[in-house]
């Protein structure tokens, strides 16, 4: 049998009597729209998340511009955000009519650099086109960023940080759960992500009171005390009652699932060999593990054997966004971002899910060692 990517179905298989009960509840009380689960759901996730407000969204984009908006973020704002990540960090940004400025990543860790954050502030700030206004930080396969760091810098900065955390909802620094590392922190519910529903999902989680009484205006479209009060410019970026549902089911493993993918990592990482570059497993950072990544040299003849194989990869990610056709005008040139253009050439990411059994992960070693052993 084929070793999936990501294994949606056993999952299902496992919460069936669950997940279908609460959906049929969804459909027998019919509030299909900030129904009764929505509220349950965020009241749960604050509290995994030990932070005061969670407003549940439509999706981990929303989730970003939903948060640029109620901060104010907009025209004539510099946000920087790493090179090395998927294009709805910065096209929130974008779209929130701020202007993203790139800053490369750390080669072993993939999350943005401090030291080149601190660079391109002060570059920006020389220049002088740009205010420097906020920074998103991307908890890049599921590993928090640095936050300690990042926040000194941002505060000595005066900058608003909203931390990308659509990849590592679970994850934790030291004893501090993602969620509560940045001044607001947005994730995504994809199905993909490690906590996800069966659409498009997302929230926004802080402890800023003021903030988190605009973004869930903003989230209904600008909504004012009154039902037809519109008090700003919003969006339409509710979560739907049925994807809650879907979430509060799997919400009763997820604790479980998390340890699960730590183990699968771990498995990997023990028995890979020395000639590929294992993601590191610092001590008192957990990572959610939404992506296992390693980095190898001759990476076009290692997916060839591991196609061969029956063994699924994805390359996350081909292209830096500083190259990429949406966002080049921006400036940035070849060779800018030098670490995250190497990433983007070696990188390769193994299957990685809660259900992945032992014995595949051991055949997944193998085929990898073998494939490596051919291309030497
Ligand atoms: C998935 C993802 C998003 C966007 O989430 P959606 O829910 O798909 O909109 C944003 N940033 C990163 C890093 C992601 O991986």
């Not at 299909?32 to 932070?51: D, Q």
């Not at 590392?181 to 926004?204: E, N, Q």
């Not at 390693?294 to 003849?301: K, L």
Request: net charge negative; charged share 20%.
């Amino acid at each position: 049998m084929a070793i999936p990517f990501v294994d949606l179905h056993q999952q299902y298989a496992r919460l069936k009597p669950l997940i279908d009960a609460r959906i049929q509840a969804v459909l027998d009380h019919g509030m299909y729209i900030m129904g009764p689960e929505v509220g349950e759901l965020e009241a749960k996730l604050a509290e995994l998340a030990r932070i005061k407000h969670c407003i549940a969204v439509s999706s981990g984009t929303d989730a970003l511009l939903i948060a640029l908006m109620s901060e104010g973020v907009g025209r004539g704002d510099a946000v920087f955000l790493p090179a090395f990540t998927f294009t709805a960090t910065a096209e929130a940004v974008l779209n929130a009519g701020a202007t993203p400025v790139f800053v490369d990543v750390d080669s072993s860790s993939f999350n943005m650099d401090p030291d080149d954050l601190e660079r391109r502030i002060a570059a920006t700030r020389t220049v002088g086109r740009l205010r420097p206004r906020a920074v998103i930080p991307v908890d890049l396969f599921g590993r928090p960023a640095d936050y300690g760091r990042i926040n000194a810098i941002a505060e000595e900065a005066d900058l608003f940080v909203l931390a990308d955390a659509a990849q590592s909802f679970g994850g934790r620094l030291g004893e501090r759960p993602v969620g509560s590392l940045a001044h607001v922190t947005a994730t995504s519910f994809f199905p993909a992500k490690p906590l996800g529903c069966y659409g498009d999902g997302g929230a926004i989680l802080t402890d800023d009171d003021e903030l988190a009484d605009i973004m869930r205006s903003i989230r209904l479209h600008g909504q004012g005390r009154q039902k037809y009060e519109v008090a700003r410019v919003g969006v339409n970026g509710r979560l739907d009652t049925l994807q809650a549902a879907i979430l509060l089911a799997k919400l009763t493993v997820f604790a479980e699932e998390l340890e699960r993918r730590d183990e699968v990592a771990r498995r990997y990482s023990a028995q890979l060999p020395d000639a590929v570059t294992t993601p590191p497993l610092a001590a008192g950072r957990v990572s959610a593990w939404a992506h296992y990544t390693i980095q190898v040299t001759n990476r076009e003849a290692l997916l060839t054997d591991l196609k061969a194989a029956g063994i699924p990869t994805a390359i996350y990610y081909p292209h830096p966004m500083h190259l990429q056709a949406a966002y080049v005008a921006r400036g940035d040139g070849p060779g800018s971002m030098p670490v995250s253009e190497a990433l983007c050439a070696r990188v390769l990411s193994l299957p990685m899910h809660p259900y992945l059994a032992l014995e595949d992960i051991d055949d997944i070693c193998d085929a990898v060692s073998s494939a490596v052993r051919r291309a030497a």
